[in-house]
């Protein structure tokens, strides 16, 4: 951390002390709001054996998926596989371990690390594997199940039965904002918003992408989303930055 100016000049020098397997909290929700260039960057850093939490694992060719498919990711842990083709065949062949957590389970998880809440109950996964254990997380290539999830501790209160969950804290997270200062701190643009500011939170060293950089005080402060508090690095990515989508849906023309 360098003081109140936490501004780098490029990716690759915000990225470039992320070791062989780090934990890396990654935001975005399907391609939306995906850090591209800080992923980039690590990719190019030449890291592997990385431990990465992140809602999915983008599609075969964007996002994560560009770690994904040279083999550099070791572990996930993630609500869904998506549309990576190559995240399902790596799990099922026993060549990526993978913990599945329900969705907003997975958000609460993050958020909790953040606010130093060490793990908490919720209803969400009693009565399934996720409380009883047996997920699989590890196949051994030959179809067989090689690790499973853990039992989960469970309780009652007011006669109702919650599950134990534990909150996660990764080595680094890198996430994308549409605006921010050299403080730290950062505005997201809509439905990109999703997993960012939760991974923002977990990360011991964050890196932040910023598409439009503002002088301190520019920001609104009752628009910040996230404070500098949890941002400890922020590089300048410009607007024109690719923002791909998954899938394209629109509406058929009158009368076609």
Known sequence: MR????????????VADITDGASLAVGGFGLSGNPMELIRAVHELGVDDLRVVSNNCGIDDRGLGILLSDRRIARMTSSYVGENKEFARQYLSGELEVEFAPQGTLAERLRAGG????????ATG?????????L???YDGHGQVERTSPRRETREFAGRTYVLEEAI???FALVHAARGDRHGNLVFAKSARNFNPLCAMA???????VEQMCQPG?????????PGVFVQRVVEVGTGIEKPIEKRTVRAEAGA
């Open 218 to 226: 520019e920001l609104d402060p009752d628009h910040i989303h996230l």
């Open 3 to 14: 003081g109140m100016n936490k501004l780098y000049p490029t990716a690759a020098a915000a």
């Open 136 to 138: 699989p997380w590890k």
């Open 115 to 122: 606010t130093g809440i060490p793990a908490f109950f919720t």
């Open 169 to 171: 804290t990764t080595d």
């Open 126 to 134: 009693v009565g399934t594997q996720i409380a009883d254990g047996g």
């Open 203 to 209: 990360g011991r060293i964050t890196i932040a992408q």
